[in-house]
């Protein structure tokens, strides 16, 4: 039985070495510019060529900007309530993701958030899908 | 940078016609369609052989959809454009009948927006690029981060953004072609099923079938057919524009309304300050209260505030969503940017009936959609 990331090319699932799961992004060698996701079409900002966009890894790490608890939704597959957020990350791209927390007021924006694997369902091969959350970072000491 | 639409010829607002917004039923677009062409044709006082090209804005209806509605008018063979811009698609179909006339290609042209419900299925979930909140995300998830963001930058709470709804519901509990036509409390609106966030469901506009016609005509138009020229609002001002990067910290949403809004303007001759009119981009309440800000009604952050001192009501500083807006007039992707014309001609002509603003003389038309795109109409009442 497989874990597997539910956007398989957005992050991994097992890494070595890492505190953190990272997200995979794009770096812009025109413009300088961190992109996510990932894409080879062409730079957002600047309009530079796919030959531009370098793959850089995003450590999942940053501020919550804003989030939501989502209570109703069209899809009878996708369980309600759940939180999602927008997350500015360290590197610069401001991402929508899922937010993974008991309840909505242990959020606030600014406060820091970092990447959290979160199991899901499992798929028909009894592989259980894994998806990218942010959750609230510990406090400093 | 080409010609505005003010540096060519004159085009008015000769005819505007609509049906209903209501529930999906089985009224079929056909039927959605003549009932609002006829009504528009017997406004303006011609036939519809006079008619030289039609404009069709819809999101969702399919391949090809006019010609087999338009031949029982009688087929006159003319020009036939289906337009689509998402939510802007009737805007969108607007601006380009509009450019017909003003260019002199057609000295009479129609602006037909009609959809009925269906399945969505945008071209943004075709770019092989994946997303983490894909399969989740929704419209009103979406706008309540914005909300949220909101809330947070600007200290305003969740009742002064739910007022939105209750003012647009009063206003199209006196719209007969509105969704709804009740009036409901600020408690019944905050009561409502929560969707997302803050916006509960009265906050959101809802999923309308319906039509809506606007018939443009040139000055000899107007003399060739005996139109009623004391009838004829100018449009001075159309500005389409699409996605832009805004500068770190501005919200990407507004600012595109910001430029587009300074554009039309420009190109009017005319600041916020004078108009009496305006229709916005209301899917979901939080937004009235930022495009009131970026089309320059007050400062950013003030939109609230500038709600709840009644400047924003029928009778204040400048109407804004007398129809009842997409909230409560409803959303029928199509029809929406037309029937903001419909509803700025209507308050223009002074025949609003008990929605009508005092000495209306100018009103602005404001949608935006999926891409993003945002266009911006403003209309005049010659003297």
Known sequence: MNRLPRQSSLFFVSEKGKDLPSLRGRRCEGCGTVLFPPQDYGCDRCGGAPDQLRPVELKGKGMLKSFATVHQHPSPSVKTPFVIGTVQLDEGPVIEAMVACKEDRELSVGKNVHAVLIEGERDKEGNIMVDYCFTPAPEAE | ?383
């Open chain 2, 1 to 383: 940078m080409g010609l505005t639409l003010s540096r060519m010829r004159d085009v008015f607002v000769v005819g505007i016609g609509l049906h209903r917004y209501q529930r999906p039923g089985p009224t079929t677009y056909v039927e959605l369609g003549l009932t609002a062409i006829r009504s528009a044709l017997a406004d303006a006082g011609i036939l519809w052989q006079a008619v030289e090209s039609a404009y069709i804005g819809t999101a969702l209806l399919g391949m090809g959809s006019g010609g087999s509605m338009l031949r029982y008018l009688g087929a006159t063979g003319l020009a036939i454009t289906h337009v689509e811009n998402a939510s802007a698609s009737g805007s969108t179909a607007f601006r380009q009948a509009c450019i017909d006339v003003a260019s002199g290609t057609s000295d009479v042209a129609i602006a037909i927006g009609i959809d009925k419900a269906a399945p969505v299925s945008p071209g943004s979930s075709m770019t092989g690029i994946e997303s983490l909140t894909g399969s989740v995300m929704t419209p009103a998830a979406m706008f309540a981060l914005v909300a949220q963001e909101y809330m947070h930058k600007h200290d305003v709470n969740a009742e002064q953004i739910a007022a939105v709804a209750v003012k647009n519901h009063n206003n199209a509990a006196q719209n007969p072609f509105a969704h709804f036509q009740k009036k409901r409390t600020l408690e019944e609106v905050l009561q409502a099923v929560p969707i997302a966030g803050p916006l509960t469901r009265l906050q959101c506009c809802p999923f309308s079938e319906g039509a809506a016609v606007a018939i443009v005509g040139s000055e000899k138009a107007i003399q060739d057919l005996g139109m009623d020229l004391s009838r004829a609002i100018r449009v001075v001002s159309s500005v389409s524009t699409s996605e832009i990067i805004p500068e770190a910290g501005q919200s990407a949403v507004t600012e595109q309304t910001r430029q587009c809004a300074a554009r039309a303007y420009k190109e009017a001759d005319m600041g916020p300050d004078q108009m009496d009119i305006i229709e916005v981009h209301d899917a979901f309440t939080i937004e009235e209260l930022m495009y009131t800000e970026a089309l320059g009604l007050c400062e950013e952050g003030e939109g609230a505030r500038l709600l709840a001192s009644g400047a924003t009501k029928i009778g204040g500083r400048c109407a804004v969503s007398p129809s009842g807006g997409l909230l409560a007039m409803g959303h029928p992707f199509g029809p929406t940017g037309i029937g903001q014309i419909v509803e700025i001609t209507r308050q223009l002509r002074g025949e609003a009936g008990p929605r009508q603003h005092p000495d209306a003389h100018y009103g602005l038309a404001h949608m935006v959609g999926i891409g993003p795109v945002c266009l911006i109409h403003i209309l005049q009442k010659p003297n």
